[in-house]
Nanobody, 120 residues
Framework: QVQLVESGGGLVQTGGSLRLSCAASGRTFSGHAMGWFRQAPGQEREFVAAINWSGVYTYYADSVKGRFTISRDNTKNTVYLQMKNLKPEDTAVYYC?????????????WGQGTQVTVSS
């Protein structure tokens, strides 16, 4: 099982940017698709973005398309989420996930989450 540790969350003003990082343990990092989910207070956890094992293919929720970019560095066992033009509705705990396979089929592991707060 892949272990995940997120970092990079914080408080930012509307229109600002943040970059989240997720460090993964294990030598099989490149064998897993990776992704990000988020959960706002009182709401269900929702999908944000995913990237396949090689980084060639990505997929985004409509709510973040054009503002967020997911990427990965397999030499560093790290996946990133660059967030730009942040809005108050982006406020949530962001979770890094590792999928079981090379594409975004079934989530296998979750990180502990990092808080992102966007002030208006």
């Amino acid at each position: 099982q892949v272990q995940l540790v997120e970092s990079g969350g914080g408080l930012v003003q509307t229109g600002g940017s943040l970059r989240l990082s997720c460090a993964a343990s294990g030598r099989t990092f490149s064998g897993h698709a990776m992704g990000w989910f988020r959960q706002a207070p009182g709401q269900e956890r929702e999908f944000v973005a995913a990237i396949n094992w090689s980084g060639v293919y990505t997929y985004y929720a409509d709510s973040v398309k054009g503002r967020f970019t997911i990427s990965r560095d397999n030499t560093k066992n790290t996946v990133y989420l660059q967030m730009k033009n942040l809005k108050p509705e982006d406020t949530a705990v962001y979770y890094c996930v590792a999928y079981l396979g090379t594409s975004w089929d079934q989530v296998g592991s979750w990180g502990q989450g990092t808080q992102v707060t966007v002030s208006s």
